[in-house]
């Protein structure tokens, strides 16, 4: 008996202080994919980048990301709250989007400056991940994989072209480009070959000029790789990719805003080039389905992505079941630029009249002034609209027009024209003639505060008979300090590079 | 061992009559009524000899010649010993004991005698325990224990408190204790256990007591032990009580009149045009009253008075034909109940010498006061100790409990279906039914059925297309529990001196909650309904090996552990999510037509520890201990796997020397110290060392989305405890325990906020603060009268404490920095508040002022006055939300069969952000009520006010600033009960051997700086919508055999 207790208890301690293996902490966490297996699983086959790129769109329609609050559903709410800033749309409530309209939303404790900022430095950071996949000694061969970097270096500009001009006056008081005026950080992937110390100096407020340099810089890169002179081009697998179209076209955007004429007219050409505009009809489908001929990038929403509430639909359209259709913010158009639309126009047919339309079902819609542009769908899966080809056409006739060529001006709108309002028929068009183009076909969808910031223009909701909200019946010149936004808190906490005195106003 | 194994025997076979032998018989009384006590054990000192008493109190036994003294225990009485001195009788009477664990401690891997313990402990016992009618254990513990601070985010029937021991201990990580139930760390809900199964909860503060469990008792222990039974006859006993749940803390004073609402809306309006759109200040009148409530308010709630007359546009005032209302519901009154509480217990303990048996079931039902709030627990356990043999012991011990909590809408957040904002927020205008606009008549379905108005139809402006009581009605938030909570063990006394033993425990928590948004109105209308459901399942594995070894030579006695410890958790869960519930009243899946979405995965978590203990003990006057504990995590990566966390400590009695023995003063005095260190790998991550990605889908192919930044050098966060203090009781009456502690947290794990342009996510897991609590707690219970019939007894506790931060992150400026809402510097606290100054209105125009600190180019300050906080300076006020000193204090009334006990829980000090108060204080918008106060507000004839004027969407009316910092003192009055207990003589006749019947309430009173606030939600100051606390009275009854 004794022996066997000995024994027993021997056998027991011997067992229970063996150590563990290491097995034994190599525990089970299938929640998340880790950084090690993922480059692993692109290492063996290279397609699994698809999977960091679609991490971009899906980046570009995530709901709260900075904080959880409806406006916050990245790219597009930024776009909405910069057109709230502005004349075009009224509202017949305060509600979300309200302190945007009010020009109140610019500080740097704001929601509004952390969310814009988080929305596209993030989707640098994403660009740099991919970009880092690829060696700094020599471009990509392969078409699949030119595409995977052309489209990282397009969406990098394309987060420096908006963030640059939120955070900055793009035009000085004389309507030349700022390239001296405070900028924002620039991040690099290390392809980009800069040494920390380059790194570190340039994560500060460098100029505007060098913020377009490093676009410009990344735009030729995205070109080269996707429109290459030589070897196969990439094909996109669906309009929710960047190909070299879109490319062109936020080249076309960038020399705009830039001023450089010539080359916005060249890229906005390549980019509408193969892409046909669509006609009355297909101007009532509601803004909302990524097939749309004329549509050249988007994002196509289905269950797993949309967002609800917190979506564009849910502010921007009046007949759904969200903050516009329950007409808690119903957005309208303002009166004035409702009356210059003429009759003939068929985009006039996309708002309600002043005296609203009672034949609709939905709160929201029956409203005076009220737009029915943008659609709805059952499950809120509408697809939202980036790029257009008309926006291609008027970026094409605004840069000739810029250059004193009201005639070619003419003749590049008329392509457009002939869609939209079939007695138009101008011969000569100034700049103001195509931003009245501008207003009237992009109404709605990201356009009308940057381009007022562009033109150097403001905002005057005061005149007589004007349908604003009551107590925001605003007037705010250009440049006025509420055009743009403070460098977040966060921010300013966290990167020594920016000092108080490198704040904006 | 062979002597031991003889006498063993000789015990077991009833070999007795060794010697000469003298028979002596008694009975035994019970000092409090006289009543005989039955089966109060007997032994002979000095030997092994014992016996019972019978049903009548008597007992004989026969006592070896050389023995003189016998020594009586029974539960619930002070152990007696008494001197026989020749007498053949030897009647006695026992005295009832207020704390009948005091003796012993329960610690980490076993048990010690109290007067041997160099730690630091609390004991919480059942007696105390059973009083409280919490359904969650943790909510028992405010005020009751020095050291231990408890706040509360929920008064939901069934939820949780948070548990701080001697302060906060981290940031990121867990500052929850560890809780150990019966030896094993417990890794579910302390809902899923009733009070009436436990026998003691002791919490263990310093290093002494805590490092041997090493890997997580950074932030203290809490040890639950479970009743067991005992090994004499068999004892059942039944306990029931029925009560009224009700709400604790009131709401704020909010404006219930809707006259007074719509004059100071009109106000609000009118200066929104005159100061906000600059119209003139009498038109500014006219349009308010023209439109306040078709272009604003949108309801009139009066009859027979239109829309644009409700408000005199001049003087501002209500028009006096507004009498009569078309609806009166009130959403202070209407959305609450009072909740019926009902718990009963029965218990039966038993056993003879080679088994001790105990088992139980209970049952719960605490239904809160809002509707569909409750709690439910079915509970049952089954313990069972053998002997095997001579040397083997083994026991299992299996609990199991079926929790269902029902809690819609009661988040902290602001949700606008919380209903504790919702019916705080909303302006006293709006209906909670729908009624129609003109004619005030309610409006129903068209099969009778009761019809919310969520503020479409006439297009409400606060809270558009919601109610948070219609959403209650209609929707469901359910969360079932089944827990499984199994232990085993097995003792093998090797030598004498030597045992072994081997736990094996496993517990299982399995979960399946339901989360259903109504199809009827609401969010989840335009998608038919929206349904989430999650399931999941916890497996808790703890397995150890312990050899002790505790040899004794002359006065020198020694104790060596050596223990190996390995714990796995594993977590299992399935989530899917579904839209357009076909029947609303069919919360299921299969009545849902639209997938949404669908998720499982699994997480896992390893621990591995080895462990040794050394106590040393002369002459039980001078006590050492010493502890060394290596353990592994498998959250960190390999190379930072393991830590290693040590104690020493020591302690004197100096009761036990000469000097002291006689002077008949003092009765027991104890120094002790202690020093030691302690881990916490509790981060809430389960591998902290890899970038991790989150997939999601885009068109059916994989997205990949940053989730969570690694960091391969994160390690183990470690506390370092010093403790010094003494235990005394004197005078057989007074007992004073106090301890001096330092708790030093080192290289605290935290989420690092990284600039935003490095993208999302913005912060980076390090370890890089130090932090340090240093305070003093005491506990003092003094039994003022002790006579047979009457027993009182007072008793206090108390704790002081600092927190400073003792290091900065080393990216930070040393001067300290800005965290959010606090200021974090050297030698400032965790959660010092960094806000704007305050410095009221001014009188001229009503505006809010605050400071602006500016600096010219020789650094000298001056202070402006500015209207707005963006351009005002934010300063550190040097305030925080950490008390000066809070516990409790009770007292205790025996008289006659009589009990009385008040139990106290207080705080002093710290200061609290009322954030809720602030949105109730606001320039006025979206159709949101005011605080009362806001009728004190600047107005062109009351200029000298510190309430800024009323103005319509102004955002710069109630910007937080140190206006909203308030004190965090409270008084509550935690528990109040009053019983009967039957005299012994009388209960015996019935059959019976105890019987008590008894009235208590809970939470009965309390009292803060402003009505309405409760400043026990949140360690970091912080408020919420939260459920808010329960006031609880019942009568009960408890019956013993």
Known sequence: MKKFIYIVTIALSVFGFASCSEDFFDTEYTTYLSSDKAAKLVSEDPSFLDSYINGEYSWMVQYATAQSAHDDFSHMSVGLSMDMMGEDISINAFHWFGYDYAHDNHEYTYRRTLVDWTVYYTIIAKANEIIDFFSPEEDPTTAAARGYLGQAYTLRAFAYYYLIQLYQHPVTASGTPNLDGKGIPLVYASRDGYTAEEQDARSGRNTVGMVYEQIESDLDKAIALLDPTDGETYIRPAKIYVDKNVAYGIAARYYLLSQQWDKAVTAAQKAYAGYSLMGASGLKDGFMDITNPEWMWGFDHSTETQTTYASFFSHISSITGGYGGLAYSTKLIDKKLYDQIPNSDYRKALFNGPAGNSAQSSAGAKLPYANVKFGWLAGWVMDYVYMRAAEMYLIEAEALAHQGNGTAAAAALSKLMVNRDPSWSASSVTVEDVYQQRRIELWGEGFNGYDLKRLNKGIDRTYEGNNHLAGYKLKFAALDKTWIYQIPNREMQENPKITEEDQNE | ?1041
């Open chain 2, 1 to 1041: 061992m062979k002597k031991f194994l003889l006498l063993t025997l000789s015990v077991m076979m009833g070999f007795t009559a060794l010697f000469a032998q003298q028979k002596v018989t008694g009975t035994v009384t019970s000092a409090e009524d006289n009543a005989t006590l039955p089966y109060v054990t007997v032994v002979v000192d000095g030997t092994t000899i014992t016996t019972q008493t019978d049903l009548d109190g008597v007992y004989s036994i026969n006592v070896p010649a050389g023995s003189n003294a016998l020594t009586f225990t029974y539960v619930g009485m002070e152990t007696l010993a008494v001197q026989i001195n020749n007498r053949s009788v030897v009647d006695v009477q026992m005295m009832p004991s207020a704390a009948m664990l005091q003796d012993i401690v329960v610690v980490g891997y076993g048990v010690t005698r109290k007067s041997s313990f160099v730690g630091s402990a609390s004991v919480m016992n059942n007696e105390k325990l059973e009083k409280m009618q919490s359904s969650n254990l943790s909510k028992s513990l405010e005020g009751a224990v020095a050291g231990v601070q408890i706040t509360s985010s929920s008064g939901t029937p069934g939820s949780g408190a948070n548990i701080y021991v001697r302060g906060i201990g981290s940031i990121s990580a867990s500052q929850s204790p560890l809780i150990v139930v019966d030896g094993v760390p417990y890794e579910g809900s302390l809902n899923s256990i009733p009070a009436q199964d436990i026998e003691s909860m002791t919490i263990l503060k310093d290093a002494a007591a805590n490092s041997i469990y090493g890997a997580r008792g950074s932030n203290g222990v809490i040890v639950i032990t479970t009743k067991q039974g005992s090994a004499d006859k068999v004892r059942v006993s039944f306990e029931g009580r029925v009560g009224i749940n009700d709400r604790a803390v009131p709401a704020y004073n909010i404006i219930s009149d809707a006259g007074e609402y719509y004059e100071m809306s009109w106000e609000g309006m009118r200066n929104q045009m005159h100061y906000g759109a600059g119209m003139d200040y009498v038109a500014s009148g006219y349009y308010a009253s023209a439109n306040m409530i078709d272009g604003y308010l949108k309801y009139n709630v009066f009859k027979g008075v239109d829309n644009a007359d409700l408000i005199d546009p001049v003087t501002g005032k209500l028009s006096p034909n507004a009498t009569s209302k078309k609806w009166d519901d009130n959403w202070m009154t209407d959305v609450f109940r009072k909740g019926i509480r009902q718990e009963y217990s029965v218990s039966a303990s038993g056993g003879s010498e080679n088994t001790k048996a105990y088992a139980s079931v209970s049952y719960l039902n605490d239904k809160g006061y809002v509707e569909k709030s409750g709690f439910t627990r079915i509970a049952a356990r089954a313990k069972v100790d053998q002997n095997i043999g001579k040397f083997i012991k083994v026991g299992f011990n299996v609990a199991y409990s079926n929790t269902v909590q029902d809690q819609f809408n009661t988040s902290v957040s602001s949700n606008y279906s919380n209903l504790f904002m919702f019916s705080q927020m909303i302006a006293p205008i709006y209906p909670i039914y729908l009624y129609n606009m003109e004619t005030g008549a309610q409006q129903f379905g068209t099969d009778g059925s009761v019809l919310y108005d969520w503020g479409n139809e006439y297009q409400r402006p606060y809270s558009s297309n919601s109610n948070a009581y219609g959403q209650l009605m209609t929707s469901k938030y359910s969360t079932v529990y089944d827990n499984v909570s199994s232990r085993t063990f097995v003792d093998i006394n090797i030598l004498k001196d030597l045992k072994f033993t081997a736990n094996v425990a496993y517990d299982v928590f399995n979960r399946r909650q339901v989360e259903n948004y109504t199809n009827v109105g609401g969010d989840a209308l335009s998608v038919g309904g929206r349904g989430y459901l999650t399931t999941s399942r916890t497996g808790a594995l703890n397995i150890n090996q312990l050899l002790n070894y505790s040899p004794s030579f002359g006065d020198h006695s020694f104790n060596l552990l050596l223990g190996h410890e390995t714990k796995n958790d594993t977590y299992n869960y399935l989530y899917g999510h579904m839209t357009n519930f076909v029947d609303n009243d069919n919360k299921d899946f299969a009545n849902a037509t639209m997938y949404q979405d669908l998720t499982s995965y699994t997480t896992e978590y390893s621990l591995e520890g080895y462990f040794g203990r050394l106590e040393y003990n002369y002459s039980n006057k001078y006590y050492l201990s010493g502890s060394y504990r290596r353990d592994g995590s498998s959250r960190f990566a390999p190379e930072n796997r393991w830590g290693s966390f040590w104690s020493v400590g020591a302690s004197w009695r100096l009761d036990q020397e000469g000097f002291l023995r006689s002077s008949g003063v003092i009765d027991q005095l104890k120094l002790k110290a202690s020093y030691g260190t302690q881990g916490n790998d509790n981060i809430g991550m389960t591998k902290v060392y890899n970038d991790l990605y989150e997939i999601s889908r885009v068109d059916g192919e994989a997205s990949l989305t940053k989730y969570f930044r690694g960091n391969r050098d994160v390690t183990w966060e470690k506390s370092a405890n010093f403790n010094a203090g003494f235990e005394a009781s004197l005078f057989d009456r007074l007992s004073v325990n106090a301890d001096f502690f330092i708790k030093e947290t080192k290289d605290m794990i935290y989420y690092r906020p990284l600039a935003p342009s490095q993208g999302s996510p913005s912060s980076l897991l390090v370890n890089d603060i130090d932090m340090k609590n240093t305070g003093v707690e005491f506990e003092i219970s003094a039994d003022l009268i002790k006579t047979k019939n009457i027993r009182w007894n007072l008793s206090l506790n108390g704790t002081y404490y600092k927190n400073e931060l003792t290091k900065l992150p080393s990216d930070k400026d040393p001067n300290g920095y800005q965290a959010g809402s606090y200021w974090r510097k050297l030698g400032g606290t965790l959660y010092n508040w960094y806000t704007y100054e305050w410095v009221g209105v001014d009188p001229t125009n009503g505006l809010p002022q605050y400071n602006k600190y500016v600096k010219d180019d020789d650094g000298n300050e001056t202070i402006e006055i500015v209207n707005k906080t963006s351009d005002a300076t934010l300063r550190d006020t040097g305030k925080s939300p950490f008390p000066d000193f809070y516990g409790g204090f009770s007292t205790t009334l025996n008289m006659y069969g009589f009990d009385l006990s008040a139990v106290f829980a207080y705080q002093i000090g710290g200061y609290i952000m009322d954030s809720y108060y602030q949105a109730l204080m606001s320039g006025g918008g979206e159709g949101e009520n005011w605080h009362t106060d806001i009728f004190n507000r600047w107005t062109p004839t009351n200029t000298i006010t510190d309430v800024p004027r009323v103005q319509k969407e102004s955002q710069v009316m109630n910007e937080t600033s140190t206006r909203f910092l308030t004190s965090a003192s409270y008084l509550n009055l935690r528990n109040l009960t009053l019983g009967y207990t039957l005299p012994k003589n009388l209960t015996k006749k019935l059959g019976l051997s105890n019987l008590r019947v008894y009235l208590v309430g809970d939470n009965l009173w309390y009292k803060s700086a402003r009505k309405g606030l409760d400043t026990r939600q949140d360690i970091a100051g912080t408020t919420g919508y939260i459920y808010s606390a329960l006031r609880t009275y019942s009568v009960g009854l408890t019956i013993a055999f």
